[in-house]
C-alpha cells in the first residue's frame, strides 16, 4: 500500500524546536518530490515547504523561511521538518504530501501530526 | 492570506450542479501552472481530486470536472451528494512567491 505516515508532533513552548518525520511505504520515495502542508485548526491548508527527490532544491513559504528546515533521507525513506524558533502560530496539524512526477500535485497525503506551541 | 480566492461556500440540492471558483493573477493560475483541486471530509486528510487542471485520479467519479482560463480556475461538481459534503481548495505555484499556494478553501452543503 502506497503511504506516508507522520510523527514527531506534540506539545512545545514558544521559542522551542520539534523535528517533525514522515516515513514512506509502498513506492519509489526517492524518485519523488515531498512536501510538508499544515492546517491550523479552524482554518485552511496552508503550504509550508517541498524538497526536490534528490535534495537539490528545496522551497519554503515566506512565514517559514529561517525557522523551518526541510530535509530527506532516500534510504531510510524519510522526509524530515526541523522547526526553530516556534510561534503560538505555528499551532497546526502537519501533513506530509507527495508530489507526483509530471503535474506536481500532491497525490498522497498522512493523516497528520499535530503541533501545539503553548506555554 | 492566500492568494488564490474561492468563496468561502456554496450549497446545492442533491442532483445538482455547483461550480467552485479559484481567482488567481498573474504570477500563478494567469503564467499557465497548473491548478489542483482537493476534497476535505471532515476529520480527514485532504484528498486529491482534480490534477493538471483537469485530469482525474483513478477512483474519482467524473461527476468531478475541472477547467481553467486566464487567472481563474473552476471545480464543478454535477449530480450532487450527500457524500460531496466537504472542504475544496485549488492550489497551484505561484512564481512571486516561488513556492506553492492554496486557495482560501469552499465548503460546499449539500441541501
Known amino acids: 500500500e502506497v503511504q506516508v505516515v507522520e510523527s514527531g508532533g506534540g506539545l512545545v513552548q514558544p521559542g522551542g524546536s520539534l523535528r517533525l518525520s514522515c516515513a514512506a511505504s509502498?513506492?519509489?520515495?526517492?524518485?519523488?518530490?515531498m512536501n510538508w502542508v499544515r492546517q491550523a485548526p479552524g482554518k485552511g491548508l496552508e503550504w509550508v515547504s517541498y524538497i526536490t527527490s534528490g535534495s537539490t532544491t528545496k522551497w519554503y513559504a515566506d512565514s517559514m523561511k529561517g525557522r523551518f528546515t526541510v530535509s530527506r533521507d532516500n534510504a531510510k525513506n524519510s522526509l524530515y521538518l526541523q522547526m526553530n524558533s516556534l510561534r503560538a502560530e505555528d499551532t497546526a496539524v502537519y501533513y506530509c504530501?507527495?508530489?507526483?512526477?509530471?503535474?506536481?500535485?500532491?497525490?498522497?497525503w498522512g493523516q497528520g501530526t499535530m503541533v501545539t506551541v503553548s506555554s | 492570506q492566500s492568494v488564490l480566492t474561492q468563496p468561502p461556500s456554496v450549497s446545492g440540492a442533491p442532483g445538482q450542479r455547483v461550480t467552485i471558483s479559484c481567482t488567481g493573477s498573474?504570477?500563478?493560475?494567469?503564467?499557465?501552472?497548473?491548478v489542483h483541486w482537493y476534497q476535505q471530509l471532515p476529520q480527514t486528510a485532504p484528498k486529491l481530486l482534480i490534477y493538471?487542471?483537469?485530469d482525474r485520479p483513478s477512483g474519482v467519479p467524473d461527476r468531478f470536472s475541472g477547467s481553467k482560463s486566464g487567472t481563474s480556475a473552476s471545480l464543478a461538481i454535477t449530480g450532487l451528494q450527500a457524500e460531496d459534503e466537504a472542504d475544496y481548495y485549488c492550489?497551484?505555484?505561484?512564481?512571486?512567491?516561488?513556492?506553492?499556494?492554496f486557495g482560501t478553501g469552499t465548503k460546499v452543503t449539500v441541501l
Open positions: 498573474s504570477s500563478n493560475i494567469g503564467a499557465n501552472y497548473d
Open positions: 509502498g513506492f519509489t520515495f526517492s524518485s519523488h518530490g
Open positions: 492550489q497551484s505555484y505561484d512564481s512571486s512567491l516561488s513556492g506553492y499556494v
Open positions: 504530501a507527495r508530489a507526483t512526477l509530471m503535474s506536481r500535485a500532491f497525490d498522497i
Open positions: 493538471a487542471n483537469n
